[in-house]
């Protein structure tokens, strides 16, 4: 896959709390899956629709892969997510932008790559 930018989306107290160590071990389900769930900028809008429904309190991390060694795994629908099996290192993050709830529910997203 030729992605350079991926995206995480986390609860902001997750990230204020890797940002306080200096490094993001995964949410609970990154934990529990043994990787760190990322997507494209064309998969973030469903991945956060279908897992984050309703959530106000989101971030979304802009993460650079040029320096990550993430797999392409097959999930959702057949399509190629990328996942990294590792700590993400903060020196790769580009950006950090909230994610907030429009009044139809769903979440606005930035402009992404």
């Known amino acids: 896959m030729g992605a350079r930018t991926v995206y995480k989306i986390v ?6 709390a890797a940002e306080a160590s200096g490094r993001f071990e995964g949410s609970p389900v990154d934990l529990r899956d043994g990787f760190i769930h990322f ?18 309190d989101l971030l979304l991390v802009a ?3 040029t320096a990550l060694d993430l797999k392409w795994e097959v ?3 057949g399509a190629l997510f990328p996942h990294l099996y590792d700590n993400l290192p903060l020196s790769a993050v580009r950006s950090v932008e909230p ?3 429009c009044a139809s529910g769903e979440h606005r997203f930035p402009p992404m790559e």
């Open 63 to 65: 993460v650079d892969t």
């Open 99 to 101: 994610l907030p709830l």
């Open 39 to 56: 997507s494209t900028a064309a998969q973030a809008p469903e991945t956060a629709a279908k897992h984050f429904a309703g959530a106000s």
């Open 75 to 77: 999930s959702r629908g």
């Open 11 to 16: 609860h902001e107290a997750e990230w204020r």
